[in-house]
């Protein structure tokens, strides 16, 4: 997957991924995680979403959103593979 960093501020960053279920997922972990605002914008239905991300250090709120996520997929897997 493709990420391209496309405002990185103090308390701003904004991220161009090139998958709007990836960018939804990460919309609603970053939002638990404690983000003033996440959200997610694709100016056409052929453009790549745009992740906006506000808050106290937003690359590190991601990578706590990442890690959660990737915990609970981790989890779900573990929980598929009693069920052989």
Excluded: C, Q
Aim: proline share 4%; charged share 40%.
């Amino acid at each position: 997957m493709e990420v391209k960093i496309l405002n990185d501020e103090r308390n701003e960053l904004d991220i161009e991924l090139d998958s709007l279920t990836i960018a939804e997922v990460l919309r609603v972990y970053l939002n638990k995680e404690g983000a003033k605002l996440a959200a997610w914008k694709r100016d056409h239905p052929t453009k790549n979403p745009i992740l906006h991300i506000e808050g106290d250090n937003p690359k590190k709120l991601l990578k706590r959103a990442i890690a959660t996520l990737e915990k609970e997929i981790d989890k779900a897997v573990e929980e598929f593979k009693k069920l052989k």
